[in-house]
RNA sequence: GGCGGCGUAGCCAAGUGGCUAAGGCGACGGUCUGCAAAACCGUUAUUCGGCGGUUCAAUUCCGCCCGCCGCCUCCA
């Protein structure tokens, strides 16, 4: 298995320090807002990426934090009047909310900064000992980033071309205009925390540093995020975390690259963030998450509510497959001989999906073997009235093990469940029955001008009829 | 200014120094059907932004040019 490094610019081939075991930790969401299509692209890769992982029989640690203390939380508990813990706490249950749409699986442990101050405090004092992190006289501890040898390895700069390029104005209590704050002190109506140096809140990119210590020790195996992380958010924390241990931090990092909407960068100036929240009353989770696997992880995706009608008719594609599937399996026959034609073939599929996960997670490929799995059932159902049981469970299997990975379909003790809602189900489906009936005499008496009167009716509604040898089919569109 | 990426059929998107350039959507023809739908079978890039170079051979490597985009500031 090979995945691109971000710290050597190439790919790697992918060796975990402690053999069977992988430990990884992704950067979650401030929380503060309900969750944006870009935090969507960044949760499902390390989602599926997680998801290989296992699949591949390695025994993962997940761990992702949540940022509850944060400028952007205080600036918006102000505009809602509201607690800051109370705020992040809100916005942690919603992240759920629409991370469990998405089929998102959740992470081993996900530490929040407000639960971890100590630790934090700890790594600060640390670095402080150590003589690469500073006090000034107003609180403040800042790291030194000229005490730090190999700061800039991970974004591929030095610091003096970042200081050309520098387009903030520089704080002149620190040493070095990239010094960045470890710990703030706080202003008089801000939240605070003790700490040996006055009140006051950690920096943004201590909190990673000192969870990813507690949960998965000094080294470990993969680091991800989105690229816009790489600097300073991840370049700040190997500085902090390899300073503080005197150990190498993650030894892979993973970044995925970012969304555009029509074309266009995502930003509130532009009014264009799309949220979870919005997405999923339009799209199906199975097509947002079908859609943000059919591009490699590392490329920009643009999004356009256009461009989500293939990823809806394909999935609609695979849930056909997998509903004829299901059909095929009551007619089936176990005292039929065995197609080794087909067997192989599926063989080949299995071979096929996992190098293409193999390299570097390319899920685009991947998704395409899952659509050469659903053709050669659908042929197969098609060409065979006496389907073999075994080769349809083994398609089936092999079916579930890739969507395992790919996590598009949700699943319930180890089976796909096609049904997005219960509720009203089974009224609705015993007047279907009834109109089905109806219809069905209709068409017997060659009046097809009620028959299709009542399935047009019926696909006005969103209710779509499908008249097959094997009875009358009918499904929600 | 510094760093990086991209340009493959109508759209989205994999990929490879030489073997039929995946897959999805769309379109077209056929099978099935009372008609549809779904499914199946088949067709849909002699060609991979342009120009040069390396090579027996390049879409794939190198150079230049054109076009598009991202990061360098809070941001997934």
């Not at 979650?28 to 499902?44: D, E, K, Q, S």
């Not at 990673?208 to 991800?224: P, Q, R, T, V, W």
């Not at 690229?227 to 990092?253: C, M, V």
Request: proline content about 4%; hydrophobic content about 40%.
């Amino acid at each position: 298995m090979e995945l691109f490094n971000t710290l050597t610019r190439r790919k790697e081939k992918f060796i975990p320090g402690e053999p069977g075991r992988v430990k990884m930790y992704s950067c979650g969401p401030t929380t503060y807002n309900f969750i944006h299509l870009g935090n969507a692209r960044a949760l499902v890769v390390f989602d599926t990426i997680r998801r290989y992982l296992i699949y591949k029989g390695y025994r993962v640690t997940f761990i992702q934090n949540f940022t509850d203390i944060d400028d952007k939380i205080i600036k918006r508990a102000r505009e809602e009047n509201m607690d800051t813990i109370a705020l992040a706490a809100k916005y942690v249950n919603e992240y759920f909310t629409d991370a469990d749409a998405l089929n998102v699986m959740r992470a081993d442990v996900h530490p929040k900064v407000s639960e971890h101050l100590p630790e934090i405090v700890e790594m600060i004092g640390r670095l402080i000992e150590r003589g690469i992190a500073y006090t000034i006289p107003e609180g403040d501890v800042y790291f030194s980033v000229r005490d730090f040898p190999g700061y800039g390895k991970l974004s591929g700069r030095s610091l003096d071309d970042m200081l050309a390029g520098a387009r903030v104005e520089v704080d002149p209590r620190k040493r070095d205009a990239m010094d960045f704050a470890l710990w703030k002190s706080a202003k008089p109506d801000e939240p605070a925390w003790d700490s040996p140096w006055g009140p006051g809140r950690p920096g943004w990119h201590i909190e990673c540093s000192a969870m990813s210590l507690k949960y998965l020790g000094e080294s470990f195996d993969i680091h991800g995020g989105g690229a816009d992380l790489i600097f300073p958010h991840h370049e700040n924390e190997i500085a902090q975390s390899e300073g503080a241990t005197g150990k190498p931090f993650a030894r892979y990092w993973v970044h995925n690259g970012f969304i555009t909407i029509r074309e266009e960068k995502m930003s509130k100036s532009i009014g264009n963030i799309s949220l979870v929240r919005d997405l999923v009353k339009v799209f199906e989770p199975a097509a947002l998450r079908s859609f943000l696997l059919s591009t490699h992880y590392r490329s920009q995706l643009d999004f356009d509510p256009g461009k989500m009608d293939a990823a809806v008719k394909g999935v609609n594609r695979l849930k056909t497959c997998l509903n004829l599937l299901e059909e095929g399996l009551t007619r089936a026959d176990d005292s039929v001989g065995t197609n080794v034609d087909l067997e192989k073939r599926l063989e080949e599929l299995r071979e096929r999906f996992e190098s293409a996960m193999d390299d570097d997670f390319n899920s685009a490929l991947a998704q395409a073997v899952l659509f050469d799995l659903a053709s050669e059932i659908n042929s197969y159902l098609h060409q065979t009235a006496q389907p073999e049981q075994g080769i349809l469970l083994k398609a089936r299997t092999l079916f579930t093990a890739f969507n395992g990975v790919l996590g598009v379909f949700r699943e319930e003790n180890g089976r796909i469940v096609l049904k997005e809602e219960a509720g009203s189900d089974d009224l609705v489906a015993q007047l279907l029955d009834l109109i089905i009936g109806v219809r069905e005499e209709s068409r017997k008496k060659k009046d097809f001008a009620t028959s299709d009167r009542i399935r047009d009716e019926l696909k006005a509604i969103g209710i779509v009829l499908e008249d097959t040898p094997q009875g009358v089919r009918w499904k929600r569109n």
